[in-house]
């Protein structure tokens, strides 16, 4: 249901494979351009049962969350702290291999990074 690097390219990819075989990121990341691995527009893909589309792959979304640990124990919708250095990053991109393209999947980026595989999510709710 997510654009990822194994399907958002011309052909079929299998970047696990791919970078089990290399190793290295740049290597990785040219052979994904080779293969014309991007972005693309949203809504392609079939929505997620509340109706949201692109919730998985295509780009990383920024968060409001500051990364850190969550608080221990059960709670239903975590935060993380409220302050820090980097913000979360959740859903993978189009150049993750499959089991990085998921919400609970969290990365974390300096709040002035700007990549082809970072973005946001605009909702509108009636």
Known sequence: MGWYADNSGDRRFD??????ELRDWSKYT????DNSCRTH???KKQPNAWGLYDMHGNV????????GDYASGSVTDP??????????????CWGDYSRGCRSADRGS???GDRDGGLGFRL???H
């Open 79 to 92: 935060t993380g702290p409220s302050s820090g250095a980097d913000r979360v990053g959740r859903g993978g």
């Open 60 to 67: 990383w979304e920024w968060c409001q969350d500051w990364e």
């Open 109 to 111: 980026r300096t709040p």
């Open 15 to 20: 970047s696990l494979a791919v970078w089990n």
């Open 41 to 43: 527009p949203a809504g």
């Open 123 to 125: 909702a509108r709710t």
């Open 30 to 33: 040219q052979r994904l351009f």
